[in-house]
């Protein structure tokens, strides 16, 4: 059963930056794409970003500019970048595998003075 492990969520003021890793126990190769999702209690899940291979990024609306979704084929890692958080960015954070239920435990992302 492949298996998810996000890292690097934390506290960051507004306007600061941080990246969140996910690491994969198979190929990203093995996948037709990855994705980074957020969630707020109460509130919807929401796509933020996601790749399909061979292809181009994408981005939801509220980060497109500030974030950047990337992977290492060698460590089998997925990266998510972002940078000019606002308050609202605050969620925890999950990596996910295009047309997959593969779900990270999430990382807590918090933007706050």
């Known amino acids: 059963q492949v298996q998810l492990v996000e890292s690097g969520g934390g506290l960051a003021q507004p306007g600061g930056s941080l990246r969140v890793s996910c690491t994969a126990s198979?190929?990203?190769?093995?996948?037709?794409?990855m994705a980074w999702y957020r969630q707020v209690p109460g509130k919807q899940r929401e796509l933020v970003a996601y790749?399909?291979?061979?292809?181009?990024?994408n981005y939801s609306d509220s980060v497109k500019g500030r974030f950047s979704i990337s992977g290492d084929g060698v460590k089998n890692t997925m990266y998510l970048q972002m940078n000019s958080l606002k308050p609202e960015d605050t969620a925890a954070y999950y990596c996910?595998?295009?047309?997959?239920?593969?779900r990270g435990q999430g990382t807590q992302v918090t933007v706050s003075a």
């Open positions: 198979a190929r990203l190769s093995s996948f037709i794409g």
């Open positions: 996910s595998f295009l047309r997959t239920t593969i």
């Open positions: 790749f399909a291979s061979g292809g181009i990024a």
